[in-house]
């Protein structure tokens, strides 16, 4: 049989069809003929309504619904008691490629915003990394180091290609480091997981995708992205801020009713009756985006600090490789015109002011060279200055420089001898680049 060009899978259970339909509409109207076929599965535990099926039929000739096959993945009892049989759906995209050159997984809590054709340059394999490093939540695999230029996915948008060496064993592959993952770490994202073990055990040279083709819903130019996920329990359909952020989702939804679908939440609720927790302060979301993204426009830091992406709240942090998320760097807007800038110890880290240690002595060195604050409470301890708006970057990139390294040499993670020394120079001789 030969093969076709592209494809797009999804997993969704049997009340998700409005947004599969939703996300297929999307790409249709951004990008006519990219797509050859739409890939649907469906756990035959959970089928999904005839009606349904033609509906989205309608809508494009090119779906086609699949059983998913679990025969190869030997999972305990117990897993497919606390999750679907879904968690486990995205290795599939591997068997796809014996029918197509190329194969896009999408999650179906998405919205299309512009053309994605791009994506599919991406080869051999290419995804949005997560925003916690891979090497924090595995460490090593089989006895080798996890380096951190192996990443995992956001398991949103992954995008595999023919073009992989072997592919037609991968997904076996997969389905052994599934059932390890299962049995030694947690379940959470799993998924995500085995892509990311894969990658960095046969080396498959995934590329990173821009943000703008995997963004959150919070994140800087989200309402520019071209493809927006809308990661967690707040949906397009069940939160206000969302819905009225992104009304291209409502658009979308529309065709979807018009062609007859009835499964969309839109159907059932009355506006108010589909407020998430976030649309309490949908205004105050708003002021927010605008201003950090006003303020950080033209801000740049060293590769070390890895940037925040939620702009819908009253602060933004930064943190940095290699280290506990509890220590981080943090804008937080006070007033119209006054920003706190901070450097936060929580948790655990909240006794680094006691009993005199090297710690308490190099914060309070800060303190007075930098000109700051040192406050502690059983919570968190800051080191912070409340300053001018237009001189929060200047004084966070000040802030920076007098302690990245001193914070990663005293507290970052499998740091190698050699950016140990490097750092120690750099700290304690005070050779500090501009962060």
Not at 35 to 58: C, G, N, R, S, T
Request: net charge positive; with cysteine.
């Amino acid at each position: 049989m030969k093969k076709l060009n592209h494809c797009v899978a999804f997993g969704i259970t049997s009340n998700l069809t409005f947004a599969v339909a939703n996300v297929i509409i999307g790409i249709e109207k951004y990008s006519p003929g990219l797509v050859d076929k739409y890939i649907i599965f469906f756990d035959e535990k959970d089928p999904i309504a005839e009606e349904e099926m033609q509906v989205i039929l309608k809508i494009s000739s090119k779906a086609e619904f699949r059983e998913l096959n679990m025969e190869n993945v030997h999972i305990p009892e117990d897993g497919l008691k606390r999750f679907s049989a879904l968690n486990y759906a995205k290795n599939q995209v591997f068997r796809l490629l014996n029918e197509f050159h190329k194969v896009l997984w999408l999650d179906a809590d998405i919205v299309i915003q512009d053309d994605i054709s791009e994506i599919f340059k991406y080869t051999p394999m290419a995804w949005r990394k997560t925003v916690v490093p891979f090497n924090k939540k595995i460490s090593c695999w089989e006895g080798n180091l996890i380096g951190e230029e192996y990443t995992a996915p956001n398991g949103g948008v992954i995008f595999v290609s023919d073009e992989l060496e072997d592919y037609d064993s991968l997904y076996d592959k997969s389905c052994d480091v599934m059932e390890k993952l299962f049995r030694t770490v947690s379940m959470v994202a799993l998924d995500e997981l085995t892509f990311g073990v894969l990658n960095f055990q046969y080396n498959l040279g995934a590329k990173e995708l821009p943000a703008k083709y995997n963004s959150g819903c919070g994140w800087k130019d989200s309402q520019h992205a071209c493809l927006v996920h809308s990661i967690g329990t707040d949906k397009f359909w069940n939160d206000a801020l969302r819905h009225i952020m992104f009304p291209q989702w409502e658009q979308f939804n529309s065709i979807y009713l018009a062609a007859g679908g009835t499964n969309s939440p839109q159907k059932k609720l009355k506006r108010e009756g589909y407020l998430g927790k976030s649309a309490r302060s949908v205004f105050a979301a708003f002021k927010n985006y605008d201003y950090w993204c006003a303020l950080t426009e033209k801000a740049s830091f060293s590769e070390a600090i890895i940037p925040g992406h939620n702009y819908f709240k009253k602060y933004i942090q930064y943190f940095l490789k290699k280290t506990n998320k509890n220590i981080h760097y943090e804008l937080i807007k006070c007033s119209d015109k006054q920003v706190k800038v901070a450097l936060l110890f929580e948790k655990q880290y909240t006794n680094v002011l006691a009993g005199g240690t090297s710690a308490c002595e190099d914060l309070i060195s800060f303190q007075n060279s930098l000109s700051f604050n040192l406050e502690q409470n059983e919570k968190v301890v800051s080191l912070y200055k409340i300053v001018d708006e237009s001189k929060a970057i200047a004084t966070l990139k000040r802030l920076m420089a007098a302690t990245v390294n001193w914070i990663m040499l005293t507290y970052a993670s499998k740091l190698t001898r050699k950016e140990k020394a490097k750092l120690y120079l750099k700290f304690y001789y005070r050779k500090i680049k501009d962060f």
